[in-house]
């Protein structure tokens, strides 16, 4: 991990109508950080990603992603970032091959440059066999972990995960996290967000979100201290339980 | 007395273009009557196969099952009349409101909100200040509260939940493993499938699956007393090297992160932990504990999938 | 059947709440018949063509004056010489000519035999068709009017009558058509897409596990379908009787059970449908495709089956919306009765029969 800050969000704010999806949120993310990005469902989590990948305009404040400014250049942040969720992540009726090649094709690489990053990615995943296999035909474990690939196939500055592991098993789960840890020691910042609080706990830092607004961040073992609590999951829920508008 | 829900060497396949997937193979298992039971896995390990299959919407290749006494196959028509059912993706008509849901949900069971009050009070008082709104406009929980409501209101003998809190937050989790612990209370036989290895200590007793095979079936407990080895939990500086150095070390077995600590277990069974320690040390690694803890379900879930 | 009533009910909820859909379902039949009822006609009208007269006299005049009275012609070339047709039909001003050769009313007169000819711009064969034969049809006018003064040996009179449509309305074929299209559309795709919406909801999952009998599920699908096609049907009558002034010449009723009888046999189309369809997106190409194209092409409202290769002409058989097309044009334009139509509603009601039967038989107890 760097001293070079990868993402600089300062009373960023989100609002539809009366209702403030986002209320005024400032943090930093430095370079090669593993950023868990917390909070109750309806917390205004998505929406904040969505600002963040310059897929929707803040209503107010300042942020800078992967050194660029988010209201001018949110173009060049979209070349700079990857992106991969538990929802949206490959094509089933592609096969890898064709997977890779779509998406290597979408960030501009040529075809040189995809040949090799599937080459790498295929012998990295041990999947050298599966290369010409439909998406749709790999277990879901396998498909995260390919999937977590494509979303780097362009070398992003950072990462944006949003509950990448989701129904996958315990084993799959700590493999994927291993992957998180490589990019990482690369340099890549991993910004995720996460149902599982034993994840929660594999960041290098974590933020939660209430009612829009970022309640705690800090690293685990401070937050854990701080509430005077074992694990990061009653950290959450004792924060959570104070939610107003929150579903419950 | 008869159990509640009973399988019998059950098993499906499907067909997916040229390859046979085998989605429950040789599934057997009891359910008492009145007891909460769980069906712990991740996605594709064939618990809603399972679920289908004993809410009479799937016929098994082989085996046989009962619900309530009656055989899903034979005696469908029974079982539907008692079985309450909430499938993994919330099933409500988005465009009508929580009243309207609620009360075509009870006329399709030939029953009215009103007769069956008392029975879902405690659920429906949650969601009734909002009964005008649209289902498509709540939020998450608030769904989830709404199809169990659905669910429940024919006064069930058995019933089904499939991955109720999946891509739940963890407090809307636990409110909802309250209200369970509550339905149970009145009598209710609840089985109820889940990907999060944490909420199997909140079961009675759970089938732990994977792959259409269950691994193992017994109290939370007693699963974790099966569990082979000693198990420590260690934890360092930097996390990530010594997640290395531990699996390539010949006297480490397994090696998994665990949150802050990763869980390790020997190859021998009475493995001198100064000596791994002092290895450590060695290699540079500040900062270090190890201790010596209980496995949790997801240690056994792992240990199991590894045989 | 009071589970039955509440399920219709919340038939009506998705319905009434869906504006847009709604909103097509009610304005596509209104648009459609106005649309092929005055946009769409394959009425001829005010054509332009040029006349070359080299004979400029009395009986020319006359047959010109009758050509331009016509509202079927207008006159917008007055040639002077052959050499002049080819570049006017080449700019496109024009799609017929008219020539008159020198002497010709001396020649009509003295010789029995004046020829005229017609040049037609064939690029659309059917236009150069209709105009010709109109064409010939006033000139043949001022051949009879003629006789009247003088007398004409061995001449063969040939008397024209338009029956059931004497001005030739375009609308007299289209609104039967338009109503199979219709009827067929918002019954057979609309059923299928709510059905299939259900599974993919998940709602269909929960409806089963449930004690209502599968047959009700069916039936609670297609009330509401069947009284918004009726809604329909009288909104297309309403307007090509009252605004395209297209009679109904026979009986309402029988007509209205017709329509009745369609209707069902498009909702039976729509179950089967839905049984093989696991998207809504499926259920809407299958019915598109499958039947809203067949129901065009077959019925025989915009291409005459007679003239139709003999598979094709026999594969029109299984659509039922020839039949349909044929009952309505007998029963609204031409007035007959039940006794020139049981044969057509007889094939209705067998179509009915074995749809519904096949698909309450295919309709899944089960999720497989």
Not at chain 3, 85 to 104: D, K, S
Not at chain 3, 241 to 255: A, K
Request: proline letters at 4%.
């Amino acid at each position: 991990m760097s001293n070079r800050v990868a993402i600089s969000v300062s009373g960023l704010t989100k609002q539809f109508g009366d209702f403030t999806a986002v209320d005024a949120i400032t943090f930093d993310v430095k370079q090669g950080e593993i950023f868990g990005f917390l909070g109750a469902n309806g917390a205004g989590k998505t929406t904040a990603m969505r600002m963040l990948c310059g897929l929707s305009l803040p209503t107010s404040g300042k942020a800078n992603v992967a050194g660029f400014d988010l209201y001018k250049e949110s173009e060049n942040i979209k070349k700079n970032i990857g992106y991969m969720s538990q929802k949206f992540s490959l094509y089933d009726d592609l096969t890898i091959r064709e997977n890779n090649r779509f998406y290597g094709g979408i960030y501009g690489l040529t075809d040189e440059q995809i040949k090799e990053k599937t080459q790498f990615m295929l012998k990295h995943l041990h999947l050298e066999s599966q290369a010409d296999t439909l998406v749709k035909a790999l277990p879901l474990g396998w498909k995260q972990k390919l999937s977590f690939s494509v979303s780097m196939i362009h070398d992003p500055k950072i990462v944006f995960l949003d509950e990448p592991t989701g129904g996958v098993d315990p084993i799959t789960r700590r493999e994927f996290w291993t992957m998180i840890y490589e990019a990482a020691s690369r340099g890549t910042t991993v910004f995720v967000t996460t149902h599982y609080m034993d994840e929660a706990e594999y960041c290098d830092r974590v933020s939660i979100m209430v009612d829009g607004r970022i309640e705690a961040l800090d690293t685990p073992a401070a937050l854990t201290k701080k509430f005077d609590v074992k694990g990061m999951e009653e950290v959450f829920i004792q924060l959570a339980r104070k939610a107003k508008r929150s579903d419950n | 007395m008869e159990s509640a829900v009973k399988a019998e060497r059950v098993y499906k396949n499907f067909q997916s273009g040229k390859t046979e997937i085998e989605a429950l193979n040789n599934i057997s298992f009891e359910v008492e009557r009145g007891e909460l039971f769980g069906l712990i896995g991740p996605d594709g390990a064939g618990k809603t196969t399972l679920f289908r299959i004993l809410t009479t919407l799937m016929i098994a290749n082989k085996g046989n099952a009962w619900v309530d006494g009656f055989e899903v196959v034979s005696q469908y028509k029974e079982i539907r009349k008692r079985v309450g059912y909430m499938p993994g993706r919330f099933s409500l008509y988005q465009d009508l409101s929580v009243e309207e849901n609620i009360s075509f949900f009870a006329t399709l069971f030939g029953t009215t909100l009103e007769e069956n009050y008392e029975f879902v009070k405690d659920i429906y008082v949650q969601i009734e200040p909002f009964k005008k709104r649209r289902a498509g406009a709540l939020s998450g929980g608030m769904k989830q509260k709404l199809a169990l409501s659905c669910a429940l209101i024919h006064r069930p003998s058995v019933l089904f939940l499939d991955e109720p809190t999946t891509g739940v937050d963890a407090v809307s989790r636990q409110e909802f493993w309250d209200l369970l612990k509550s339905l149970q209370h009145q009598g209710i036989t609840i089985v109820v499938s889940t990907p999060y290895m944490d909420e199997a200590n909140l079961c009675d007793r759970v089938a732990l699956m994977q792959n259409g095979k269950i691994m193992d079936i017994d109290t939370p407990k007693g699963i974790t007393q099966k569990f082979p080895k000693p198990l420590w939990a260690i934890i360092a500086a930097d996390m990530y090297k010594l997640m290395h150095d531990l699996r390539s070390d010949e006297r480490v077995d397994t090696c998994y992160p665990f949150g802050q600590y990763h869980h390790i277990t020997f190859t021998e069974l009475n493995q001198e932990i100064q000596s791994i320690e002092k290895t450590l040390v060695e290699k540079g690694h500040a900062d270090l504990s190890i201790q010596k803890i209980e496995p949790t379900i997801e240690d056994c879930f792992m240990e199991l999938m590894n045989k | 059947m009071k589970q039955f009533l509440y399920f219709i009910r919340k038939e009506f909820y998705h319905l009434l709440r869906d504006r847009r859909t709604l909103f097509i379902l009610f304005g596509m039949p209104v648009m459609q018949i106005i649309i092929f009822g005055f946009a769409l006609t394959n009425e001829v009208k005010n054509s332009r063509i040029a006349i070359l007269d080299n004979s400029k006299d009395e009986a020319t005049t006359t047959i010109i004056h009758q050509l331009e009275a016509s509202r079927y012609f207008d006159i917008v070339e007055n040639l002077n010489s052959y050499s002049e047709l080819e570049p006017t039909f080449q700019e496109g001003v024009i799609r017929m000519a008219v020539v008159f050769p020198e002497q010709f009313q001396s020649s009509l007169l003295h010789t029995n035999a004046a020829p005229i000819q017609l040049i037609a711009d064939a690029t659309d064969p059917n236009v150069a068709n209709t105009l010709t034969s109109y064409a010939s049809a006033i000139i043949m006018d001022y051949q009879n009017s003629m006789r009247e003064t003088k007398a004409f040996p061995y001449a063969i009179n040939t008397e024209l009558r338009m029956l059931y449509n004497p001005q030739l309305k375009g609308s007299y074929n289209f609104v039967p058509g338009v109503m199979a299209m219709i009827l067929m559309l918002v019954g057979a795709m609309m059923t299928s897409i709510s059905i299939v919406r259900e599974t993919e909801l998940g709602t269909m999952e929960v409806i089963l596990v449930s004690p209502i009998v599968p047959i009700r599920v069916i039936l609670a699908k297609m009330v509401p379908y069947l009284l918004l096609s009726m809604v329909n049907i009288v909104s297309i009558l309403l307007i090509s009787v009252y605004i395209l002034e297209v009679p109904i010449n026979g009986s309402l009723t029988l007509l209205l059970f017709e329509c009745l009888l369609f209707t069902l046999t498009a909702l039976a189309l729509g179950l089967l449908i839905s049984s093989i369809s696991n998207s809504q997106q499926v259920a809407m190409l299958i019915s598109l495709m499958g039947l809203f194209l067949p129901t065009v092409m077959f019925s025989g409202f915009m291409f005459p089956i007679e003239n139709m290769p003999i598979p094709l002409q026999l594969l029109s058989n299984l659509i039922p919306a020839k039949w349909f097309y044929y009952i309505v044009k007998d029963v609204m334009i031409k007035g007959t009765g039940l006794e020139t139509v049981w044969k057509e509603t007889l094939v209705l009601v067998g179509m009915l029969i074995v749809l519904l039967t096949i698909s309450i038989k295919k309709f899944k107890v089960r999720l497989e």
